[in-house]
């Protein structure tokens, strides 16, 4: 029972008048005077707004060096606060609009002692192609009389019978995933002539050849796609198979032209005409594809590390990778042994353990734990939550918050939570403890999220397996696998497991080892190492990146694009993708700022 | 840039003072004081809350009368304003909530003069049965160990396997179109056991298999379900197959048991038992289901009304029901002459003339046009449009709206809109008239939306047909039809129109006539007419019903329901249809208020 009152608070004023005099600073081409708004320790992190680019510059000379490079041809303008900003700790937070030569962005800044702290300026949409909806969404027919006119139905089966054979794709993105099904969407929603090709039959097929008990393992609030939200009745935790529908019914209602049982054998990059030569088998037939552009979006993990032990040729019982385990239906009666102890390796084990089945976890090196409850609560609960879509943090502004801290501090924000999570969870950790696991918190504490960026593994987040362990239910041993012998597995301490399956939950590859696969070794060693900050921790060796490497961004090789991660990931990023995919497709000019180096290859 | 300030507007000190005063005689059970608080000619329109039934009544004497009947059992509290009340004319708005006995409801009043002039109450939900959604929604998976448990798609099939043979359905929903695909999804969410059949394959093939040329004559804002949202690139005007899609997924990822393929052959009520014994033929295989409830969802323009003519017998050429138009396609180089001239006649026209058709519309009555963007704008606008979303008027908000004017005054408030419309388009109707057109504006010019709802007939929605008959591309012939010719059709005044094909776009019966097919001419005759509101104007017969006859609430025959109407309807009444249907499952007590005797066979 409110009526509004037209009174600014001093957050906004202070806010309005940075953004004034940064903006007269940069119409003025006043770099020094620009930099100079931004405090020392500072950090701007620019999605393809400023720099055709990801990319996160630190400090003043950062500023000066993104200006001094972007400020000519991005002509920013119009700042403008999109709603009254707020205080906290003396931090102002501001979020703000603005436009640039080609398009219209937005941001969220935090200034501290009148300055900016963290910046951050997305592209949002080019000017000339914006995406038909809300207002300009398309009429659907066109009202008047016009002899001969194709239906809608008539239209779509026309593309789709043209598509790779009289025209070709703009965009080929390999991999049918969220990753690709999110990305198509996009590329459909801006008119980039695209295909998303999946060797599986049906999206979602990715989903549901996995074992039956999977679960997101994220909450649904982290988990949306582009355009369409899941509906206020969708489970916190979707389950596979209906992860499965949900991603086809997308699919088919999104209009992605979708080519499901598609394998892509190989692909050439032509530099003369800038063109890929890309092979395909399309439901059994092989055809030729000629995109410009290549996205794989073949999953950051997808491509399964199998480790190789002395005797696995001898092992009479089965083995088998993580990402091809069925299920424990047909192991009632027999051992199964699981090497690893990461997210995979955890649900596997439960299920076996439900279904009856005799199971050993070997756990080869340090894992982080943290349990599902208490991470909805304190990891994610302030962005991702029934509390914060009440509480006005849409899912769309907790994705920009999220954005907004640079990646060099995130680790200074996420230490606080999983030191509470540790307090909270006491009793927990010291049971898993007792039972002999092997616990970490990442290399500086840090936790899951820094964990996933860097190196996309190394943590469970517990659903139930984890009183198994504790219980000895689960059986655990701690070592390095030696070798398998004709019915076991055997450790360096010689510790014997009798096996009848061997599950390898042993993750996944960077993804340029599916470029090695398709194109050749040599572009896989031009692009290097996916993902993974350079943070100088486990399986994220430095120097630092700054952003992920080659995700959603120019690689080292032309017109060849790698688009993946979580359910989150693929909603977010692939906006900014698609823009830079699009910018080209109508000729935009797209000079690259700070395109990174390669410094590993795999 | 705005900070709140908490000061009461005079509308809501009003609002607020009423509803405590409202609460005040009900709570002492002083009826007399209660309805002196409503002006002399007021309208109560209660959808469950207090009735268990969808009425309304008129006068300080009906509001009496509902009191006396309902309040002990009703037991209503704890209203209070939803938002800040608004004036404008001397007419306060207050939206409000309340509590009863059994559930929570809300509704919208109109306070004039210091009483109630309009007053909607409508019940949300039951308590101890909410839905599973937002806080409420499920989990999704169990965490912890549990042996053999069984997954989301395991619990799935076997609730496919078993339905209709170790269990029944509790509701039998025969049709699924989109209102039996609205009202399974609300089923669904409800945890109501419950079939929805169709004999048409897949959900969405009843769009599917209609003439190609076919959109959606409503505008998207209009047109949602329940839960999931039509996304913002969503056209304007579905095709019919892009809606046959959207309604396929939504049947799928909302979990409605929905069985394709499956036509109803018989059914018979056990007074007795309070059950149906339903034949049907599921997949080809004859299977008897014993439901409680049996809701028709059949499609208010569902039951072909197909005239008798002298010579049809003889007719050489084809002959069909609008319903069964293919499209234009197989009829190049012959003569078609469509009779009727309401939405199904111009579209088919229109098509056939587009593919080059010989094309001949024959009128036999008066016809209500009105062009699409006149009633985007003018007659949706304020309500379901993009405008309205942007300033506020959500959907939900809009579905209130409209149903809190009582349908006694609802002509009222429609008549200038549609006096603005002829001004708008003078010139349009001019040009149809001078080309023989025969217009009505409905019988006391209230338009097109009181023309829906009275007898669901009688006009067009100009999307393009109305230039063709002007400029005389369609023919235009008026007259009643006397015969068929071997090759013609000849109209009372000797008029003959040589004919190769003879489309019937002459409209539907009245759905109880489904009930006399599948169960008996005596039960149709018990429920009688369905639609219509009793205006006393042609096709909508007297008395006076003041709701939809039979449409969403119990019947003259106990356990048998009607459900249906356009998206919006579907939409907006399945909630309503789904909370009597969950009260009598639950076994609570559902006195029903008021319920309306018969005056109409059909």
Redesign the interface.
Same mark, same amino acid.
């Given at each position: 029972?409110?009526?509004?009152?037209?009174?600014?608070?001093p957050a906004?004023i202070d806010a309005?008048a940075w953004f004034q005099a940064f903006e007269q600073a940069l119409t003025s081409g006043d770099i020094a005077a620009a930099a100079d708004m931004f405090v020392e320790d500072c950090y701007w992190r620019d999605l393809v707004a400023f720099t055709w680019n990801i990319t996160t510059v630190e400090g003043r000379a950062g500023v000066t060096d993104l200006l001094q490079n972007t400020l000519a041809n991005t002509k920013p303008s119009n700042f403008a606060?999109s709603e009254?900003a707020t205080e906290a700790d003396g931090v102002v937070d501001a979020w703000f609009t603005f436009e640039t030569a080609v398009g219209r962005g937005s941001g969220l800044a935090r200034l501290k002692e009148g300055g900016a702290w963290t910046f951050l300026t997305t592209l949002d949409e080019l000017k000339g192609f914006e995406? @038909?909806?809300?207002?300009d $969404?398309?009429?659907?027919?066109?009202? @008047?009389?016009?002899?001969? $006119?194709l239906?809608?139905?008539?239209r779509?089966e026309l593309e789709n019978a043209e598509m790779g054979v009289s025209t070709q794709p703009y965009v080929l993105v390999i991999g049918g995933g969220q990753g690709g099904i999110a990305l198509g969407a996009r590329l459909k929603?801006l008119n980039i002539p695209h295909v998303v090709v999946d060797k599986h039959p049906r999206p979602g097929d990715q989903w549901r050849n996995r074992y039956?008990?999977l679960?997101?393992h994220d909450p649904?609030w982290y988990d949306h796609l582009p355009?369409?939200k899941f509906?206020?009745?969708?489970?916190?935790?979707?389950?596979k198979?209906?992860l499965g529908?949900?991603l086809?019914?997308y699919t088919?209602?999104?209009e992605i032209n979708y080519w499901g049982s598609t394998e892509c054998t190989s692909a050439k990059y032509d530099d003369a005409t800038g063109t890929w030569t890309v092979e395909i088998v399309r439901d059994g037939e092989p055809m030729t594809l000629h995109p410009t552009q290549v996205v794989f979006a073949t999953g950051m993990s997808g491509k399964a590390n199998v480790p190789t032990f002395p005797g696995q040729d001898i092992f009479q019982g089965e083995q088998h990778h993580s990402s091809q385990h069925p299920g424990p239906d047909s192991y009632v009666g027999k051992k199964v042994v699981v090497i690893g102890s990461n997210n995979s390796a955890h649900d596997i084990c439960?299920a076996l353990?439900?279904?009856?089945v005799d199971v050993t976890m070997v756990q080869r090196s340090s894992t982080h734990i943290v349990r599902?409850?208490t991470l909805m609560d304190i990891g994610l609960g302030d962005l991702y939550s029934?509390r914060a879509v009440e509480s006005g943090v849409t899912t769309e502004k907790a994705d920009t918050i999220f954005a907004s801290i640079p990646y060099r501090i995130l680790h200074e924000f996420q230490i606080p939570l999983y030191d509470q999570m540790r307090e909270v969870d006491a009793d927990y950790y010291a049971a898993l403890e007792k039972a002999g696991f092997d616990l970490d918190w990442g290399a500086d504490g840090s936790g899951l999220f820094m964990k996933y960026l860097r190196r996309g593994s190394g943590y469970y987040i517990?659903?139930?397996?984890s009183?198994?362990i504790a219980s000895g239910?689960i059986k655990l041993v701690n070592g390095q696998v030696k070798e398998l012998t004709e019915n076991a597995v055997v450790l360096d301490d010689g510790t014997e497991i009798p096996a009848d399956v061997v599950v390898y939950a042993t993750g996944y590859g960077s993804m340029n080892g599916w470029v090695a696969d398709l194109v050749d070794q040599e572009t896989a060693d031009k692009v290097g190492k996916c993902w993974g900050l350079g943070s100088d921790t486990p399986k994220d060796p430095g120097p630092w990146e700054g952003e992920q490497r080659n995700m959603w961004k120019p690689t080292q090789q032309d017109n060849l694009w790698f688009h993946g991660g979580n359910l989150h990931q693929s909603r977010y990023y692939s906006l900014y993708l698609a823009l830079q995919l699009k910018a080209r497709y109508e000729g935009l000019d797209t000079p690259v700022y700070n395109k990174a180096p390669v410094h590993h290859l795999g």
């Open positions: 029972m409110t009526d509004v009152l037209d009174v600014a608070a906004t309005e606060l009254p995406e @038909g909806k809300g207002p $969404r398309p009429h659907g027919v066109h009202h @008047g009389a016009e002899r001969n $006119r239906s809608w139905k008539e779509r929603q039956k008990s679960c997101l649904v355009y369409i509906p206020d009745n969708w489970p916190i935790f979707t389950p198979d209906k529908d949900w086809e019914m088919r209602v999104m439960a353990w439900e279904a009856g599902s409850e029934e517990d659903v139930g397996a009183e198994l239910d």
